[in-house]
T-cell receptor
Framework: AQSVTQLGSHVSVSEGALVLLRCNYS??????LFWYVQYPNQGLQLLLK??????LVKGINGFEAEFKKSETSFHLTKPSAHMSDAAEYFC????????????FGKGTMLLVSP | GAGVSQSPRYKVAKRGQDVALRCDPI?????LFWYQQALGQGPEFLTY????????KSGLPSDRFFAERPEGSVSTLKIQRTQQEDSAVYLC??????????????FGPGTRLTVL
């Protein structure tokens, strides 16, 4: 079964610094990978997704992620953090159930200080 | 257009009560998913509908949980005889197509259930 592991339940950065949120996956088949963001008291919003093709995926709000099969990783980055990026971030993989259900990691809370 | 909506946003129940949580998906979306998000955890899959058919209910934690989508639009998740371990945020998501793994799931804001 597919699974994802997010390293670090909390990540703290200063405004303007590089953001790096780590995600490793386990999958017996080529994975479809997603990053979602969750702001307080709101639903999850899709940041970006990898399906096939280019391994560097660009998303909304300046985020991007690179699919590295050899490392089974799909880390999320942003060159310069903004205060508005403070939120919880979830990496997810499509399950092999055939119905496109998502299997999520436990999430990483991004804290941005001025 | 309007996104996925859920009601109520907050629900407090006494242990043993029955609750019903409603999800209004985006109009025209065929697929509908329910997830449960415990405090400090990522969402976990509960059940999946394609139109009115419930095709996967493998994530429902017990037979106290029941979901329906009778007309292929609005869905209701019902929990009977609530227990404290049912306390969580219940998220609903919809997507336009079926069976396409790359199709984006759009999430509602969730219902926060607290069982006392």
């Amino acid at each position: 079964a597919q699974s994802v592991t997010q390293l670090g339940s909390h990540v703290s950065v200063s405004e303007g610094a590089l953001v790096l949120l780590r995600c490793n996956y386990s999958s017996s088949v080529p994975p479809y990978l997603f990053w979602y963001v969750q702001y307080p008291n709101q639903g999850l919003q899709l940041l970006l997704k990898y399906t096939t093709g280019a391994t560097l995926v660009k998303g909304i709000n300046g985020f991007e992620a690179e699919f590295k099969k050899s490392e089974t990783s799909f880390h999320l980055t942003k060159p310069s953090a903004h205060m508005s990026d403070a939120a919880e971030y979830f990496c997810a993989v499509i399950s092999n159930s055939g119905y496109s259900t998502l299997t999520f990691g436990k999430g990483t809370m991004l804290l941005v200080s001025p | 257009g309007a996104g996925v909506s859920q009601s109520p946003r907050y629900k407090v129940a006494k242990r043993g009560q029955d609750v019903a949580l409603r999800c209004d998906p985006i109009s025209g979306h065929v697929s509908l998913f329910w997830y449960q998000q415990a405090l400090g955890q990522g969402p976990e899959f509960l059940t999946y509908f394609q139109n009115e058919a419930q095709l996967d209910k493998s994530g429902l934690p017990s037979d106290r949980f029941f979901a329906e989508r009778p007309e292929g639009s609005v869905s209701t998740l019902k929990i009977q005889r609530t227990q404290q371990e049912d306390s969580a945020v219940y998220l609903c998501a919809s997507s336009l197509f079926t069976g396409l793994s790359t199709d984006t799931q759009y999430f509602g804001p969730g219902t926060r259930l607290t069982v006392l």
